[in-house]
């Protein structure tokens, strides 16, 4: 008997056991995305950075190390299957191949923008890419509330956003996402929200009613064109402006997984049963992706939340797949 959560249209299978990861590579998996050939990458904070698994699970390929992506981030495919990833602690983006020839990158390795100053970068978290256009939107970030457009070939055109709570200002950019017609996405953590702009950076509209969205993606391949969010929690404690983040276990607060239309209309939420390691219940959400099937990929940064902290420390599941089920079948639903 498989386990369930959702309902209706939003149906999934839990499926926590998946992927061939080799088992030294137990750290957080701090982002995910899926190429157009479905290959599945997850960009973790072990000693091998990007990992390649075909759709199936099978380990095809990885690459790259600790000196060129000292605290892994995120990851986007874009349209021509480039690789484009964040480093928080490297303060860059760095476009490559498949497999990991750098094409192009844009910031200063190692060497941040001052704090709030608006410059790129200081902790960048995220990239998206124009569809029609190729230009670049990157979130900045952890220490910089800002969004920077850049040409394709790494030009700063502009940049938008400040320090606050209110329209068109961020409290950690910390997700970017575009959709068909080139409409950007951002994920402003802590203001538990996500803000909805033109190409050109006017403020369309504020999706509020989270806690804390982190990872995001939209499913540009489906007619619906859904966005999915992972929701780290409602209720957190911060042990200085730099650290990291520490979550209480509250049942229908987060951490969780939801789904939306792109007007905002909250369709599904899944996994919403406080924060473990029991049967549907989510640590860390942190990147997402949608396989061309529907399956919802989930990354958990759970060695930071979590595993590190436990006494004695120990490997936490850092990744969750999330089977589309397209019929009815009888199962256990959390």
Request: net charge neutral.
């Amino acid at each position: 008997m498989s386990l369930q959560t959702g309902g209706g249209n939003y149906l999934y299978e839990i499926v926590e056991e998946w992927g061939e990861m080799p088992n030294k590579w137990t750290y957080d998996i701090a982002g995910v995305a899926v190429d157009s050939k479905g290959n599945i990458y997850m960009f973790n904070r072990g000693d091998i950075p990007v990992v390649i698994l075909d759709d199936r699970g099978k380990f095809l390929h990885s690459w790259g190390d600790k000196k060129m992506f000292p605290r892994a981030h995120g990851v986007t495919i874009g349209p021509d299957d480039s690789v484009w990833l964040t480093d928080v602690y490297d303060h860059t983006v760095r476009k490559c191949t498949a497999d990991g020839k750098i094409l192009l990158t844009i910031g200063v390795s190692g060497k941040p923008a001052k704090a709030m100053s608006g410059e790129p970068f200081n902790q960048c978290t995220h990239v998206a890419v124009n569809p029609h256009t190729g230009d670049l939107f990157v979130s900045d970030g952890y220490l910089n509330p800002k969004v920077h457009k850049y040409t394709p070939d790494g030009r700063l055109l502009y940049s938008w956003g400040q320090p606050g709570n209110g329209p068109g200002e961020f409290n950690l950019p910390h997700n970017i996402a575009t959709d068909r017609d080139g409409y950007v996405y951002v994920a402003d953590r802590h203001n538990n929200r996500v803000q909805v702009f033109t190409p050109n950076g006017k403020l369309e509209h504020i999706w509020t009613g989270m806690a804390m969205p982190c990872g995001m993606c939209i499913d540009t391949r489906s007619p619906e064109q859904l966005c999915y969010i992972g929701e780290l929690s409602s209720v957190w404690w911060t042990r200085g402006l730099t650290d990291f983040w520490e979550a209480w276990n509250r049942p229908g607060m987060g951490p969780r997984v939801s789904i939306y239309s792109l007007d905002g209309t909250l369709r599904a939420r899944l996994c919403d049963n406080g924060q473990g390691e029991g049967p549907g219940q989510l640590i860390a959400p942190h990147g997402m992706a949608v396989t061309p099937d529907g399956d919802i990929l989930v990354a958990e940064v759970s060695w930071t939340i979590l595993g590190s902290s436990l006494k004695p420390s120990r490997p936490v599941r850092n990744f969750l797949r999330l089977a589309k089920i397209k019929k009815s079948e009888h199962s256990t639903h959390v």
